[in-house]
């Protein structure tokens, strides 16, 4: 995670963010699968360090797609990452 402005957000197509605010970048999450609650895990920490987030995963990662929507992520739309290839891109403001 990081917290501050992620370039290949600065565009995004078919949507928009929910906010303006500074926010955190979800950037990596994995796991072999052998552990349940890995992802919530994770969303809670950087929860924790920043109010705002946004993350992003391509359509055929359904294991993230699910998680990310399972713990209220809201969809805003399509990024592209810096080798052109497009993202669906999500974002979580802490109430």
């Not at 949507?15 to 895990?41: C, E, F, N, Q, V």
Request: hydrophobic share 30%.
């Amino acid at each position: 995670m990081i917290i501050g402005s992620e370039p290949t957000y600065e565009i995004i197509k078919q949507g928009s963010w929910h906010s303006s605010m500074p926010y955190g970048t979800i950037h990596r999450l994995a796991s072999d699968g052998s552990s349940k609650g890995i992802a919530r895990s994770c969303f809670d920490f950087c929860k924790e360090k920043c109010s705002y987030l946004r993350i992003d995963t391509h359509r055929d990662n359904k294991p993230m797609l699910a998680a990310i929507k399972k713990y209220g992520f809201q969809e805003c739309g399509i990024i592209y990452v810096q080798d052109g290839s497009e993202r669906i891109a999500f974002d979580y403001l802490v109430k």
